[in-house]
């Protein structure tokens, strides 16, 4: 069966920095768009960034852009999720998804779009 299994969280000071991987296994990661989103308790799911299936288009929230850097290694069935300048307002737990989409069509920023989720890794920036 599918499984998205991130890893990288943990508490960082304001301005530090994470990485953040999501190891897939279960299905052909090339077929995937895959995206990063984030919750926290009481708030809707929040999209954070996507990438394509090649790597070669990436999108981000207007939150994150300039500071997070998405990524993905299809040789490695990895996606990687550079955070760096994080802020108190970045704690949240992360999950990684995967969407099965055509290569000419740009990754998504809907979770509705996403197909497979793994089951998200805390990120807890201390101020």
């Known amino acids: 069966q599918v499984q998205l299994v991130e890893s990288g969280g943990g508490l960082v000071q304001t301005g530090g920095s994470l990485r953040l991987s999501c190891a897939a296994s279960g299905l052909t990661f090339s077929d995937y768009a895959m995206g990063w989103f984030r919750q926290t308790p009481g708030k809707e799911r929040e999209f954070v960034a996507a990438?394509?299936?090649?790597?070669?288009?990436?999108y981000y929230a207007d939150s994150v852009k300039g500071r997070f850097t998405i990524s993905r290694d299809n040789a490695k069935n990895t996606v990687y999720l550079q955070m760096n300048s994080l802020k108190s307002e970045d704690t949240a737990v992360y999950s990684c998804?995967?969407?099965?989409?055509?290569?000419?069509?740009?990754?998504?920023?809907?979770?509705?779009?996403?197909?497979?989720w793994g089951q998200g890794t805390q990120v807890t920036v201390s101020s």
């Open positions: 998804a995967a969407d099965h989409r055509p290569l000419f069509l740009s990754a998504s920023s809907l979770t509705g779009a996403y197909d497979y």
């Open positions: 990438i394509n299936r090649n790597g070669g288009r990436t």
